[in-house]
T-cell receptor
Framework: DAGVTQSPTHLIKTRGQQVTLRCSPK?????VSWYQQALGQGPQFIFQ???????QRGNFPDRFSGHQFPNYSSELNVNALLLGDSALYLC??????????????FGQGTRLTVV | AQTVTQSQPEMSVQEAETVTLSCTYD???????LFWYKQPPSRQMILVIR??????QNATENRFSVNFQKAAKSFSLKISDSQLGDTAMYFC????????????FGKGTKLSVKP
C-alpha cells in the first residue's frame, strides 16, 4: 500500500503565479482533506472533498480551490500567489462514514515557496 | 470556537526517561475525539494515540499514554522510555461531529530526545 502520495515535494513560484498541488489518497479511502502548515504552526484546514464535491471549507480565500477526480485523487489550486502562501501543504485521506473514529492518513506534503 | 493550546513550544528529555507534553482544548461539543500526532523531519504526520471523549479510560499505545481530564479539558501525552526516534514535533488535535473530519490542531511542541 503506497499510502497517501503528494506531488511535487517542493516547488518555488513567483508572486502572482498560479500553482497546482496533487494528492492520491490511501487505497480504499474516498475523502481527501487539505491543510496548510505555515512555518512553526500547526496545520490549518483548507477544505475537504468527498464524492467529487467540496464538502467543507475552512477560513481560506477563494484563491484556494480544489477538485476531486472519480479515482478519488485531488488537486489543490492556488491563484494569484502571495508571499504569505509559502507553507507546507498537507493532504490527508480518510473514510467519511467513520470520520469520528478514523485515522486520517497524511502525505509527506508539498513545500511551496513563493518569492 | 474550537481551539487547541499547547503551552510548551519546546521540550527536551534524556534517552530512556519519561516526558509529558501538555494540551488543553476548548469546545462546547460533547462528542469528540482527541489525537496526538507526531511529525518527524520527514514531514509526514503520524498518529500516535487517539482518545474518545466518552471513554473515561485513558488510551495507551505501547510507550505512549494519555491523561485525559474531560472536565478540565486537558489531554496530556506521556512518553515513557524515550527513544532517539521520538525526536519530532508533536501536535495535539481534536475532531467533533460538526467538523465532518476537519482536524483542529494546536501549534505543536518540539521534542528533542538527547543521548
Amino acid at each position: 500500500d503506497a499510502g497517501v502520495t503528494q506531488s511535487p515535494t517542493h516547488l518555488i513560484k513567483t508572486r502572482g503565479q498560479q500553482v497546482t498541488l496533487r494528492c492520491s489518497p490511501k487505497s480504499g479511502h474516498d475523502t481527501v482533506s487539505w491543510y496548510q502548515q505555515a512555518l512553526g504552526q500547526g496545520p490549518q484546514f483548507i477544505f475537504q472533498y468527498y464524492e467529487e464535491e467540496e464538502r467543507q471549507r475552512g477560513n481560506f480565500p477563494d484563491r484556494f480551490s480544489g477538485h476531486q477526480f472519480p479515482n478519488y485523487s485531488s488537486e489543490l489550486n492556488v491563484n494569484a500567489l502571495l508571499l504569505g502562501d509559502s507553507a507546507l501543504y498537507l493532504c490527508a485521506s480518510s473514510f467519511p462514514k467513520r470520520m469520528m473514529n478514523t485515522e486520517a492518513f497524511f502525505g509527506q506534503g508539498t513545500r511551496l515557496t513563493v518569492v | 470556537a474550537q481551539t487547541v493550546t499547547q503551552s510548551q513550544p519546546e521540550m527536551s528529555v534524556q534517552e530512556a526517561e519519561t516526558v509529558t507534553l501538555s494540551c488543553t482544548y476548548d469546545t462546547s461539543e460533547s462528542n469528540y475525539y482527541l489525537f496526538w500526532y507526531k511529525q518527524p523531519p520527514s514531514r509526514q504526520m503520524i498518529l500516535v494515540i487517539r482518545q474518545e471523549a466518552y471513554k473515561q479510560q485513558n488510551a495507551t499505545e505501547n510507550r505512549f499514554s494519555v491523561n485525559f481530564q474531560k472536565a478540565a479539558k486537558s489531554f496530556s501525552l506521556k512518553i515513557s522510555d524515550s527513544q532517539l526516534g521520538d525526536t519530532a514535533m508533536y501536535f495535539c488535535a481534536f475532531i467533533y461531529g460538526g467538523s465532518q473530519g476537519n482536524l483542529i490542531f494546536g501549534k505543536g511542541t518540539k521534542l528533542s530526545v538527547k543521548p
